[in-house]
């Protein structure tokens, strides 16, 4: 089945302590994203890859890193969680057409408490 | 800066009432524009993709239509299960194609 695989799905943690939330992909998409889904603001997208080693930033990347060494996964890294982090966090992907993106699809979606 | 506007924010209808969500946008030049589904708990879920004014496309109960500045869901009849957000996104095109702009969503509930 094609489909993108967040973990972990619920995450309680404290400020300043280090976390990955993982993504994989098993549809051998090129492009692969991060958002996060807050009331009022909707999705907006913290960091984007367009292939292996090829990532940049989105429009709220301030706190987190990404990383994309192998095609299927791309990880998000939040080196130092702060309370305003506190979001429901989804991984999406894509396959590139010439100049267009088809659409995305996402994964299940990690809830994010920090404390 | 490209935008993305849904209305309305809530919208709550009886099972047959049909009904229309809104998707206003300004974009600098539009690539595509999605409606994605969201069930609560879950990611959104891809429903259709216009790409140039008077494009139409349908899918049971929904049907997405596109003009200049805004596209609309029209929903036939609508069943319980129809119940979700409904979210609008728009890819541009001087925003380079990975740039996707999404709404804030239209939460619908369909009451048997």
């Known amino acids: 089945e094609a489909q993108v695989t967040q973990n972990p799905r619920y995450l309680i943690t404290v400020t300043g302590k280090k976390l990955t939330v993982t993504c994989s992909q098993n549809m051998n998409h090129e492009y692969m994203s991060w958002y996060r889904q807050d009331p009022g603001l909707g999705l907006r997208q913290i960091y984007y890859s367009m292939n292996v080693e090829v990532t940049d930033k989105g429009d709220v990347p301030e706190g987190y890193k990404v990383s994309r060494k192998e095609k299927r996964n791309f990880p998000l890294i939040l080196e130092s969680p702060s309370p305003n982090q506190t979001s429901l966090y989804f991984c999406?992907?894509?396959?590139?057409?010439?100049?267009?993106?088809?659409?995305?699809?996402f994964g299940n979606g990690t809830r994010l408490t920090v404390t | 800066e490209d935008q993305v506007t849904q209305s309305p924010e809530a919208l709550r209808l009886q099972e047959g009432e049909s009904s229309s969500l809104n998707c206003s946008y300004t974009?600098?030049?539009?690539?595509?524009l999605f409606w994605y589904r969201q069930d609560p708990g879950k990611g959104p879920e891809f429903l259709f993709t216009?790409?140039?004014a008077g494009e139409e496309k349908e899918k049971e109960r929904l049907k997405a239509t596109l003009t200049k500045k805004e596209s609309f869901l029209h929903i036939t009849a609508p069943k319980p299960e129809d119940s979700a957000t409904y979210l609008c996104?728009?890819?541009?095109?001087?925003?380079?194609?990975?740039?996707?702009?999404f709404g804030i969503g239209t939460k619908l509930q369909v009451i048997p």
């Open positions: 999406a992907s894509s396959s590139i057409t010439g100049t267009y993106n088809s659409p995305l699809h």
């Open positions: 974009v600098s030049g539009l690539r595509g």
């Open positions: 996104a728009v890819q541009a095109r001087n925003g380079g194609y990975q740039k996707v702009t």
């Open positions: 216009l790409y140039s």
